[in-house]
Nanobody, 127 residues
Framework: QVQLVESGGDSVQAGGSLRLSCEISLDLDSFNCMGWFRQAPGKKREGVAGINLHGGPTSYADSVKGRFTISIDYAKKTLSLEMNSLKPEDTGRYYC????????????????????WGRGTQVTVSS
């Protein structure tokens, strides 16, 4: 069982920045993708960004392209999400997730590909 612990969520003004982190407790060699997802009240969970752990291609939702950056530090076993130019519509609970199946490479932002999830960290952006 992978343990994923998110941190870095906060309340910020529109236009501000945040950096989310996800600490990974087990061996990354068993996994093929990691991603960040978010869910706002009353809305479906959305794949924000994903990264292939064997070559590094990334994928972003259109709504965050150019503003968010996903990265991974293998030595520190930490997945990060740098978020800039935040908008009120970025508000939600952000989750990191890990996928073992190679199928995740086809759609790194599809939540059904991920079997291990953290508990999330709240991001609130006010206008």
């Amino acid at each position: 069982q992978v343990q994923l612990v998110e941190s870095g969520g906060d309340s910020v003004q529109a236009g501000g920045s945040l950096r989310l982190s996800c600490e990974i407790s087990l061996d990354l060699d068993s996994f093929n993708c990691m991603g960040w997802f978010r869910q706002a009240p009353g809305k479906k969970r959305e794949g924000v960004a994903g990264i292939n752990l064997h070559g590094g291609p990334t994928s972003y939702a259109d709504s965050v392209k150019g503003r968010f950056t996903i990265s991974i530090d293998y030595a520190k076993k930490t997945l990060s999400l740098e978020m800039n130019s935040l908008k009120p519509e970025d508000t939600g609970r952000y989750y990191c997730a890990a996928a073992q199946s190679f199928a995740c490479w086809q759609n790194m932002r599809a939540s059904y590909e991920y079997e291990s999830w953290g508990r999330g960290t709240q991001v609130t952006v006010s206008s």
